[in-house]
């Protein structure tokens, strides 16, 4: 009874390499959605044109995304994987949008304010109007989940403000979505910097792990973690606040393995950081490596992913489009004949 299943979606930006903080923040909680719901992922690559790509780099990570997102076990057959911008009615609607998202509402998004900090030489009209367009992907396929780590919830909330505006003015068209955050991983934090997200950017850091990492890299990155300077018996307990570090290996660890936090800080009780960050590390490469190894099977397959892509893109654009019309028709664009 596929008709009567509730709808997810949710997109990442090829702006970078996948990390860590993408798989627990949103894909594993995706992939373990698809019986339930009927689930759409794309690749958001209108979306990371805000900040300058090289363009060559950009559809490499466009496809390796789709190959990684297949890896991490989100089944084509059971989800519609897409590229965003093979959906023409994204930037459509995202424009029609940009004229029911207010100016201020714009400017109080928390990541315009960091990215504009970030790329002061190219605070662009698209960074700015960026959630207009996230909004647009959203309620084309009227979901009624969006599954997002942390650092996306107010994007998702002012799409549910847009969505009530327009239902407002022209009668109900948009489903109102609601964000879905993961218990843990929803914010995995650098692991030189534990106050900042782990996040995906061009630079080898040594505070991130992406999913093609090797497993040497893994170990040494997690050996290297910033803890703080406590000893005794209960240093590993959770402590978000007073003990950033410990905090988030602690998450990562319980989203690795499924256990809790009382469980993790009996298991460590009395063994020091070094032992503690040799496992979670651990932890970390046993769930990875299937991941890479797959991803670099399907990588090596172009035809495949074109394929896929192809597919996806027909399947969205079918749904996608079914909304637009009513969009067009209610804020009194002429239907084109054809
Ligand atoms: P993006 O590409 O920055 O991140 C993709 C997803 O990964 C989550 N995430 C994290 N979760 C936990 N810890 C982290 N360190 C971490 N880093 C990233 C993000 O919360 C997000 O869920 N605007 C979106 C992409 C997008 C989108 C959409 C999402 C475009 N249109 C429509 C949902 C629905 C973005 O830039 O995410």
Not at 189 to 211: A, E, F, H, Q, Y
Request: hydrophobic residues 35%; proline residues 4%.
């Amino acid at each position: 009874m596929d008709e009567k299943k509730k709808v997810m979606l949710s997109g990442i930006k090829p702006s970078g390499d996948l990390t860590l903080g993408s798989y627990l923040g949103a894909i594993k909680n995706w992939a373990e959605r698809a019986e339930q719901f009927d689930c759409y992922y794309f690749m958001a690559d209108l979306h990371a044109l805000t900040t300058r790509q090289n363009p060559a780099d950009l559809r490499r990570r466009t496809l390796e995304q789709l190959a990684q997102y297949v890896a991490c076990g989100l089944d084509p057959e059971k989800n519609t994987l897409f590229i965003q911008s093979h959906v023409h009615a994204h930037a459509e609607l995202g424009w029609i949008l940009n004229c029911y998202t207010m100016f201020g509402e714009l400017s109080r998004m928390t990541q315009f304010k960091d990215k504009s900090k970030k790329n002061a030489d190219n605070i662009n009209g698209g960074l700015f109007t960026y959630p207009s367009l996230m909004a647009a992907d959203i309620l084309l396929y009227q979901p009624d989940y969006v599954p997002v780590g942390d650092d996306q919830k107010q994007h998702v909330e002012l799409t549910r403000d847009v969505a009530h505006r327009f239902n407002n003015l022209y009668g109900e068209t948009f489903k109102i979505p609601e964000p879905y955050i993961p218990k843990v991983g929803a914010r995995v934090m650098d692991l030189l910097d534990p106050t900042s997200k782990m996040s995906k950017s061009d630079d080898i850091g040594n505070g991130r792990i992406v999913l093609m990492d090797k497993p040497e890299d893994i170990m040494r990155k997690f050996k290297r973690a910033v803890t703080d300077s406590e000893t005794g018996e209960h240093c590993v307990r959770y402590a978000p606040d007073e003990k950033p570090g410990v905090a988030n290996l602690m998450q990562i660890y319980a989203a690795c393995t499924g256990k809790t936090y009382d469980e993790i800080e009996a298991e460590f009780t009395g063994q020091g950081y070094g032992a503690f960050k040799i496992a979670v590390g651990e932890s970390v490469v046993e769930t990875l490596r299937p991941i890479r190894e797959e991803a670099q099977r399907y990588m090596k397959d172009k035809g495949y992913l074109e394929a896929l892509c192809r597919t996806g893109a027909e399947k969205a654009e079918y749904i996608a489009n079914k909304t637009l019309r009513k969009v067009y028709k209610k804020v009194g664009l002429v239907a084109a004949v054809r």
